[in-house]
């Protein structure tokens, strides 16, 4: 008899569930801030995609979420942005914004929260 090699008689599928769930909210800048300095928004100054209030900013998912800032439809550099979940008491984001730049009134500012809650099927059969 000759050599072969020997396995197992096996299959397997794996099926994965991202399931993400996207919040965007929505702020215009009041006073122009010229040279360095800050921009507090509290979660009820912020609207939702339906313009509602966004009464409520919601809690980042651990090691499965991220958020995105947006000054005058500009990805904001992370370091800049300082995020507090919550409500209405304590939920706000605050920009810094550095010595060297400027926002003008009626800026817009986007703030878009992405959590995922990932689910994964395995089935083995012999």
Known sequence: ?????????????????????????????????????TITIPAADFMTDTGADGATLPELTADNSYLNVYVNGVLQMDDLIAYTPGGTDVGQLIITVPGDSSV???????LEITNFAPTSETTITT
Request: proline content about 9%; glycine content about 4%.
């Open 1 to 37: 008899m000759p050599l072969q090699i020997m396995k197992l008689a096996v299959s397997a599928s794996l099926s994965i569930d991202t399931a993400p769930t996207v919040d965007r909210f929505f702020y215009i800048v009041t006073e122009p801030i010229t040279g360095e300095g």
């Open 104 to 110: 003008i009134a009626d800026t817009p500012v986007v």
